[in-house]
């Protein structure tokens, strides 16, 4: 087992788990009024989809791993 | 439960005690008016400096071989002349100058929000000037205002300086306009809806994105290029892949923008002072309202016009080219505005209205060469030649400096309590409408002619009309200090105005002049537009303003 | 909204100066992010457009960024987001001890994501393949963005502890927390660029 699995395998776990929170806060927020609960909501959407894109790349999906 | 009482008022009712001494009253002051009046002088100071160039580079155009200065003093001469005028003397007299001045006044409240941020970038302005002009001393830039590489990043240290200090001014501005828009689009008094802004806060409502987005992108412009020159980091360097272009697109995208900040204000004072002296409603509101904002959304999306010669794929060339275009039309939906104001009008041709008169002609003939200059043929024969400094200085000098001496004629009894005096300010506007004209006029024909500008020496055939221009430049010298003298002399000897000697009817004028620390014993509730002169004044709760009673005290009502 | 939760003066009524001042600095705050935005979004341009500029991407020479550690200290950024939302969603709740953990919690990510920066700068400096950002634009253009995100990741690191601080000498109270609202804020940004620098950089 080498460092770089680690770190994906890593990726992997805690984005899931930071996509789920993310999302879930989302859904929580989602009637909260008020200029700031907007910025909030749209910064915790983009920040799922952070944690989305994280996940893919510990998967493989996207990006660049050297071979080895 | 229930909800407990409301004890102190809101920001409306709320009076700081007037600060006593010295400083803290016209030093470190908190108070936008004093704030404004800073920005003013220090511009002004800048204003002489940056002019002082300007007679320098005239001096040196009188002989077709120059000989007045060294050729790379005059390129950091007119490097620093531009820059100045831009950074230092324009933006700063219109936003921060006037802008501080007047308009919390007009929307009718007691001050800025930040007004501790507000002392901070008027602070950071002398300093970040002090900077640029100390940049003579280890070889000032050379590259002209618009500093493209790879000249900028060959010059000595002082282009780094340079950099720097106009970081600094951006970053002044860039707090400037975050000030004022949550100003205005929080503290306006009960009753002034967007629709009932006099104009003035339209353009500074407009200018506060402006300076606000766009400064901020100048500001990444100038720290790649300040690490590209002090730690080489290659974003402009093309031997390491950089690209030299790729400043221009940086470059261009403040500093389209920016020439609506020193414009979209200058608007806002003429579209004050016509109808105050017309006697009559401004014509087209709306229009001229929603026309500066058209021009502040559109202006970020000409910027590459400046750069039809510098490689641009043709398909791009031509969205700027129409683009540009369009941006005549809310341009030229003001122009007829404020004709049609004029028209039919009981006009009262004071100096205020004469620099108001002359900057719809000055600004119109700016506008026209503009519209050439984006036509792309056109554009590629007078790039670079002095058919562009005739174009910019119609429109910063007939435009936007003609509105600061509207400005001035008009707002120095508000400042001061006295009025400028009239007979040395026509002798000023004529002489300086007349010298102006004289001046760059030539440079038209000059520019179509081919000669290049921001160079020391010319071709012999230019040397008449250069040396005309150069004789005229002088006139125009001679009215600005006639105009020095006239404010030194009316603050102690001009006529006192009384707090509204053009009977004038937006909020500033019904208060006393100066204004007090305050700004309104009690914050008016408005009604309805300010320019209907038939009509009685759309304001209530200004019945004290003139009296000796005390300021509202905070809860009371 | 409950009485509670309402901002109150020293005699028990309702502070209407802060609620409009508060008012004030919530929007100039925002603006504030917005022109910061700008900052970053200029020179995202400046990259793209050296990405673009002719001659491939990763310049001849450079390897192309290894997305396996960045991945994780991605994760690592995120996850205090999502930390300093429940920080700040408990001290509105009123349990003050977990904003505080919640709280401590988003530093100590903070300062993981900075010193797996500086793991990564490492690599890159004293690596194989050397790229430093004087070396070319691959590492003017990644330096200087990620430099500047890890800057703000860094100032935000320092106000969250000043936060700690006043919230144990007790400076803020239930109706009274505009600096912990523009802390959350704050740092919600600092996060959401860094999706989009992780994107560009590793991702594109």
């Not at chain 1, 989302?26 to 996940?55: P, R, S």
């Not at chain 2, 320098?56 to 005059?74: E, W």
């Not at chain 3, 995202?44 to 997305?67: C, E, H, K, M």
Request: a neutral charge; charged letters at 10%; proline letters at 5%.
């Amino acid at each position: 087992m080498n460092a770089a699995l680690i770190e994906r395998l890593g990726a992997v776990i805690a984005g899931i788990v930071v996509g789920v929170v993310a999302f879930y806060a989302l859904y929580k927020d989602w009637h909260a009024t008020g200029v700031e609960n907007q910025v909030f909501k749209l910064m915790l959407l983009l920040l799922g989809i952070g944690a989305i894109l994280a996940l893919l790349a510990g998967l493989n999906v996207v990006g660049f791993a050297p071979k080895g | 439960m229930a909800v407990a009482a409301v004890s102190a008022g809101g920001i409306a009712d709320h009076i700081h005690p007037e600060p006593q001494g010295f400083v803290r009253r016209y030093v470190f002051s908190l108070d936008h008016k004093i704030i404004g009046i800073q920005y003013l002088i220090t511009a002004f100071v800048f204003f002489m400096l940056a002019g002082l160039l300007a007679e320098a580079i005239r001096t040196q155009l009188l002989n077709p071989n120059g000989g007045f200065v060294a050729a790379d003093t005059y390129n950091e001469i007119y490097s620093i002349h531009g820059s100045t005028m831009v950074w230092l003397v324009i933006i700063p007299m219109l936003t921060g100058g006037f802008g501080n001045l007047v308009f919390p006044l007009q929307i009718g409240a007691r001050d800025v929000a930040f007004p501790w941020l507000n002392m901070l970038s008027f602070w950071i302005f002398p300093v970040s000037g002090l900077m640029l002009f100390s940049s003579f001393l280890m070889g000032a830039p050379t590259a002209g205002w618009m500093e493209y590489p790879p000249v900028s990043l060959q010059g000595a240290a002082g282009t780094s300086m340079w950099a720097a200090a106009i970081f600094l001014v951006g970053v002044s501005s860039t707090m400037t306009g975050l000030n004022f828009l949550v100003t205005i689009l929080k503290m306006r008094a009960p009753g002034m809806t967007f629709t009932r802004m006099p104009l003035f806060v339209w353009g500074q409502f407009a200018t506060a994105p402006l300076l606000m987005i766009a400064t901020t992108a100048l500001a990444a412009a100038l720290a790649a290029l300040f690490i590209n020159r002090v730690f080489g980091v290659p974003f402009f360097d093309p031997t390491k892949g950089g690209s030299p272009v790729m400043w221009q697109h940086m470059f261009w995208f403040y500093s389209h923008p920016a020439v609506y900040i020193m414009i979209l204000p200058a608007f806002g004072i003429i579209s004050e002072v016509l109808p105050t002296f017309a006697r009559k409603p401004i014509f087209g509101y709306k229009l001229i309202a929603f026309s500066s904002m058209a021009i502040a959304l559109t202006g970020f999306m000409v910027w590459a016009h400046h750069m039809f010669t510098s490689g641009l794929a043709p398909f791009l060339q031509l969205p700027f080219m129409i683009i540009t275009f369009v941006i005549g039309v809310p341009t030229g939906i003001k122009i007829f505005s404020w004709t049609a104001t004029l028209w039919g009008g009981k006009i009262h041709y004071n100096t205020a209205m004469l620099f108001a008169i002359g900057f719809v002609g000055l600004f119109t003939i700016g506008g026209i060469t503009g519209i050439f200059l984006a036509a792309i043929p056109y554009d590629l024969h007078v790039h670079g030649t002095y058919f562009i400094v005739a174009h910019l200085h119609y429109v910063l000098v007939g435009g936007s400096l003609m509105g600061v001496f509207a400005g001035m004629y008009y707002w120095f009894p508000k400042m001061s309590g006295r009025v400028l005096n009239e007979t040395l300010g026509k002798l000023h506007f004529w002489l300086f409408f007349i010298g102006f004209n004289l001046t760059f006029l030539p440079m038209h024909w000059l520019g179509i002619e081919g000669m290049p500008r921001e160079v020391a020496t010319y071709d012999p055939q230019f040397a008449f009309l250069n040396q005309f221009a150069s004789y005229a430049s002088y006139l125009m010298t001679f009215a600005i200090l006639i105009f020095f003298v006239n404010v030194i002399w009316s603050i102690r000897n001009g006529k006192r105005s009384g707090p509204n000697p053009w009977g004038a009817r937006t909020l500033e004028w019904q208060i006393p002049s100066p204004p007090n620390y305050y700004n309104f014993k009690h914050v008016p509730t408005v009604y309805g537009l300010p320019y209907d002169f038939s009509q009685p004044l759309p304001y209530k709760g200004l019945d004290e303003e003139l009296t000796d009673a005390p300021p509202v005290a905070a809860g009371a009502h | 909204m409950t009485a509670a939760s309402l901002p109150l003066d020293s005699h028990g009524n309702v502070d209407q100066l802060y609620i409009e001042t508060r008012e004030l600095r919530l929007q100039g705050f925002l603006l504030f992010l917005v022109s910061d935005c700008v900052l970053f979004a200029s020179f995202i341009f400046a990259y793209l457009y050296l990405r673009n500029s002719g001659q491939g991407w990763p310049p001849p020479g450079i390897q192309r960024l290894d997305v396996a550690f960045a991945a994780w200290n991605s994760v690592v950024l995120f996850g205090s987001g999502a930390t300093m939302h429940y920080a700040l969603e408990n001290f509105k709740h009123g349990n003050f001890m977990r904003y505080m953990w919640f709280l401590l919690a988003t530093i100590v990510l903070g300062a993981g994501f900075l010193g797996g920066q500086a793991y990564e700068y490492t690599h890159l400096i004293y690596g194989e393949h050397v790229t430093w950002w004087g070396s070319g634009i691959f590492g003017a253009s990644f330096f200087t963005l990620t430099g500047m995100h890890g800057m703000h990741v860094f100032i935000g690191v320092c106000y969250l502890t000043v936060l700690v601080l006043q919230s144990a000498a007790g400076v803020y109270t239930r109706g009274k927390f505009f600096g912990i609202t523009a802390g959350t804020l704050y740092w919600h940004f600092v996060d959401v660029i860094w999706v989009v620098l992780f994107s560009i950089f590793y991702l594109l």
